[in-house]
């Protein structure tokens, strides 16, 4: 889930966020905003750290505030599957208080990572005592499952190339006429992985897209020189145009 | 949204499905019930019909009794992207009242489709009145979510003829010993569509499932002799087993 998008405009706003900034919060009555914010708890995880692993009880959602988290599962034959790979302004974790109360994938911070926590048994309460909190989860979770079904159209109908931009878009969530640099992952891999790619196929589709859009990738920087030119070349092969409703 | 494990079994078990059969729907109020009972209409659609388009005002939420329906979306440039190819158990629109109101991909008859249909707006309130419906379509998203999040993983850890297995398995919701015989739409590319291959990757891929588990193709029937032994062949490149909790 997303915060505001206001708000969610990774590598172009800093400063951090707070629970009334969250959209699964917004409308919610203060007393209540105001429980979370003293539950709350501010961390600093070092880079490799793992938060939990999956079928852990699930104390805690988080909110990133700087940094990547890498969210996976193992299959049976003990090879690493990533669920996705997330940076501020995403919630994980808050799902579990509709699931059996025990995280159903592993997470760790692929890099020094800002969290904010907050307690899942105040957020099953809560659900309880204030029917807009379950609306608001029930929007949050339609928009992502839009997303979702997004991606699985992705592919379809768009290209290595085209994917990646798209990944790289959704990190953006205004129009800015400037160049936009963005914070990734320092290890692509893990990009690679969450858009369902072989580490050489995604070298080389990240290399056409360079060519195609004048993006310029610096170590754990990417620099987009024209977001308009990158979302022609991402949005006419999908359903939705730039910036994407949901 | 799927209904109930205990019904959902496509291909094995006969009979019509009614709204308190629904997860969406347990442990809900009889008045409520009986509510969406009168307000339903059950339809003959015939193959081809379009039941409507992406952007149309969403009036209806529909339950498959029988055959598949294809939901998609348009592409900027005017192809067209399959969402999903979905039959009997199934739910689809009900996530319009979450929405801006206005259904977001369309939805074709791909066969002669039997349905029941409800009012949207009848949902919408139904929401507001009864907080044990919320909670209990927060469940069913939330599953829905934690299976979008295992095709999504899949792209990455199974091979073409494994995720056509997992398309199958997941219209066996339980592990019976003796074959099972599954309907599939007659044409095959929309399961291709679905699964994100081109038809040509997927006719190759469905050769060497059918090489490796037995598995019998005639028209739209497809038999299954062992589901063991598909879910082996299938399951070990998973972080699931069958059958698949969500």
């Known amino acids: 889930m997303k915060v505001s998008p206001k708000l969610d405009v990774p590598g172009l706003k800093q400063g951090h966020f707070q629970i009334h900034d969250i959209l699964m919060f917004e409308g919610i009555d203060a007393s209540l905003l105001a429980a979370f914010e003293v539950a709350s708890q501010h961390r600093h995880v070092a880079k490799g750290t793992v938060l939990y692993i999956q079928g852990d009880e699930a104390e805690w959602f988080h909110l990133i505030q700087s940094g990547w988290v890498k969210l996976f599962r193992e299959t049976i034959e003990g090879s690493e599957a990533i669920v996705d790979v997330i940076t501020r302004g995403h919630l994980f974790g808050e799902n579990t208080v509709f699931e059996n109360g025990c995280y159903s994938y592993s997470a760790q911070a692929v890099e020094d990572v800002e969290l904010i926590s907050f307690p899942t048994k105040l957020l099953k309460d809560s659900i309880e005592k204030d029917p807009k909190l379950a609306t608001n989860m029930l929007q949050s979770m339609s928009r992502y499952r839009l997303q979702q079904h997004r991606e699985i159209e992705h592919f379809n109908v768009q290209n290595a190339p085209q994917r990646i931009g798209c990944f790289l878009l959704r990190l953006i969530l205004d129009a800015p006429e400037a160049p936009v640099t963005l914070h990734l992952?320092?290890?692509?891999?893990?990009?690679?992985?969450?858009?369902?790619?072989?580490?050489?196929?995604?070298?080389?589709?990240?290399?056409?897209?360079?060519?195609?859009?004048?993006?310029?990738?610096?170590?754990?920087?990417?620099?987009?020189?024209?977001?308009?030119?990158?979302?022609?070349?991402?949005?006419?092969?999908?359903?939705?145009?730039?910036?994407?409703?949901?």
């Open 185 to 246: 992952p320092y290890d692509k891999t893990l990009i690679a992985g969450r858009l369902g790619m072989k580490p050489e196929t995604f070298s080389r589709a990240l290399a056409k897209l360079k060519e195609a859009t004048n993006l310029r990738v610096h170590g754990s920087s990417v620099t987009i020189p024209s977001v308009s030119i990158l979302a022609d070349y991402v949005c006419s092969h999908c359903s939705n145009s730039f910036p994407c409703e949901e």
